[in-house]
């Protein structure tokens, strides 16, 4: 059993946190029992080392056992150990390392998609990682993060995605305009989520969303300039009834993913 918090191979764990060591190794961290099981029931050869406290592993049976079916060794630390490992405050006594495994823009637009999500300089990795979710939830074929968003495996964006990483395939660090090329020729029209767009009911109602859509999303702060927007075949707004003075990035994404997903299964 692991019990030194300070030993090199925790700390080698820990440094995962961070961009340059994923960078370097081509790994990640994955925390938390659910994510962990996403990973094995549908990735389980992207796992390459798992650590978890004992008294998890009788908690979580199920992960256990798909270890034993992955032929994954499961090495037993204390829960000072496994709180130098993660990234979160309170861990859940599960953690693994992980290859990453990025698909390239070409393996997603060559499937004939009907639905993707690109995300144009997304920067927080809460909004990132809960759009994976909701896109992964309305049944896209994937998402697109361009080279000025958060990176793919920040500790927070995977643990936002709650597992859905492992689901459908995810792109990054294409540039924006060749991404937005390839869509059309692959028979999709771009929507721009904008509030300076048109009404989304009344795209809804003009049949604009039934087609292959690529839903392109903004900066959380400054939306998409003036340049990415023009690019775009028409924008939407999802539209505000009440008095909040605007809608979270991600929480717009999942309406306007799941306005396309209802429309497509019309």
């Known amino acids: 059993m692991l019990d030194n918090p300070r030993s090199p191979r925790v700390r080698s764990v820990a440094k995962l946190a961070k961009r340059e060591a994923r960078a370097a190794t ?20 992207l796992v390459v080392e798992l650590y978890a406290t004992p008294t998890a592993i ?27 490992m993660a990234d979160t405050v309170t861990p859940q006594g599960i953690v693994a390392v992980c290859h990453q495994f990025p ?13 993707i999500a690109i995300l144009e ?17 309305a049944g896209a074929d994937g998402v697109i993060f361009t080279g000025r968003s958060v990176d793919l495996y920040n500790p927070k964006v ?13 792109a990054v660090g294409a540039e924006l ?11 999709m029209t771009v929507l721009a989520a904008d509030v300076k767009g048109d009404d989304l009911l009344e795209a809804r109602r003009d049949g ?11 900066n959380e702060a400054r939306g998409l300039t003036d340049e990415h927007f023009a ?16 809608m979270n990035l991600a929480t717009a994404a999942s309406v306007c993913l799941y306005e396309s997903a209802f429309a497509q299964r019309t």
């Open 231 to 246: 690019l775009a075949d028409r924008a939407i707004t999802v539209p505000i009834y009440g008095h909040a003075e605007s």
């Open 121 to 137: 300089e997304v920067r927080d990795p809460g909004n990132a990682g809960t759009i994976i979710r909701a896109a992964d939830a």
């Open 103 to 115: 698909t390239s823009v070409r393996d997603i637009l060559r499937s004939e998609p009907k639905l």
């Open 58 to 84: 009788e908690r979580y049976t199920d992960i256990a056992q798909a270890a034993v079916d992955a032929g994954v060794d499961v090495e037993f630390v204390t829960e000072q150990v496994l709180e130098a």
């Open 208 to 218: 604009t969303l039934a087609g292959p859509t690529a839903w392109l999303f903004g």
């Open 177 to 187: 305009e060749s991404v937005l090329e390839r869509a059309r020729e692959a028979g």
């Open 26 to 45: 081509g790994l990640f961290l994955l925390e938390g029992p659910q994510a962990v099981a996403e990973a094995m029931t549908f990735r389980p050869q």
């Open 158 to 170: 995977v643990r936002a995605s709650t597992g859905s990483i492992f689901h459908l395939p995810v």
